[in-house]
């Protein structure tokens, strides 16, 4: 049981340039969340999934896309790449309880735009 | 005001001493508390959490929830050097459509032996 893994751990794109964070988790949770962390910040929630084909914005969205077609899996699409998108990216995943919603994160993929 | 207000610190404490991390939060309608522990460079792990008023015990940490007051807390007994991290308050529940975790900025702790 691997839980959540992501690739790549590390990142350099140049400004303009386009990538996709991978995601994918092996526990059959229903709900996936993709967070960014700016040094010394908090999480923010970029976009969630609460099961396959179904996607919504988070807090932060502009400037990303994401897709759901299968359980397992939840890429990030970053399009035009700029320097504020800077950070480092985790994605998460969680049993939907309305009372208890234990995440699960990823190690995490460290993006710096130049 | 901030969803979820924590002291960035650096809370620092001697080895074996009660480390205690505050949080507020500002939704009314959460209903599940969260401590998780970040270590530098690494992803957030779940240590702690309670959705009723009063104290839990788990080990050397006690989370303590005041619904009323909007404010939960963190105790660690004898604190150890590897208890140096910063600790994320995170807040689930609330009044705005999708119960969304929300997260403090979080509070750096450090245990010098």
């Known amino acids: 049981n691997a839980g959540v893994t992501q690739t790549p751990k590390f990142r350099i794109l140049k400004i303009g340039q386009s990538m996709t964070l991978q995601c994918t988790q092996d526990?059959?949770?229903?709900?996936m969340y993709w967070y960014r962390q700016d040094p010394g910040m908090g999480l923010k929630l970029i976009y969630y999934?609460?099961?396959?084909?179904?996607?919504d914005k988070g807090e932060v969205p502009n400037g990303y896309n994401v897709s759901r077609s299968t359980t397992e899996d939840f890429p990030l699409r970053l399009e035009l790449a700029a320097p504020s998108q800077t950070s480092v990216y985790f994605c998460?995943?969680?049993?939907?309880?309305?009372?208890?919603?234990?995440?699960?994160f990823g190690p995490g993929t460290r993006l710096t735009v130049l | 005001q901030k969803e979820v207000e924590q002291n960035s610190g650096p809370l620092s404490v001697p080895e074996g001493a009660i480390a205690s991390l505050n949080c507020t939060y500002s939704?009314?309608?959460?209903?599940?508390f969260f401590w998780y522990r970040q270590y530098s460079g690494k992803s957030p792990e779940l240590i702690m959490f309670?959705?009723?008023?009063g104290d839990k015990e788990d080990g050397r940490f006690t989370a303590q929830l005041n619904k009323a007051s909007q404010y939960v807390s963190l105790l660690i007994r004898d604190s150890q050097p590897s208890d140096s991290a910063t600790y994320l308050c995170?807040?689930?529940?609330?009044?705005?459509?999708?119960?969304?975790?929300?997260f403090g900025t979080g509070t750096r702790l450090l245990v010098s032996p």
């Open positions: 998460a995943s969680s049993y939907p309880d309305s009372a208890y919603n234990e995440q699960f």
């Open positions: 995170a807040v689930f529940g609330g009044n705005t459509g999708f119960q969304k975790l929300v």
């Open positions: 526990m059959n949770h229903n709900y």
């Open positions: 939704d009314r309608g959460s209903q599940s």
């Open positions: 999934s609460v099961g396959a084909g179904i996607t």
């Open positions: 309670i959705y009723s008023n």
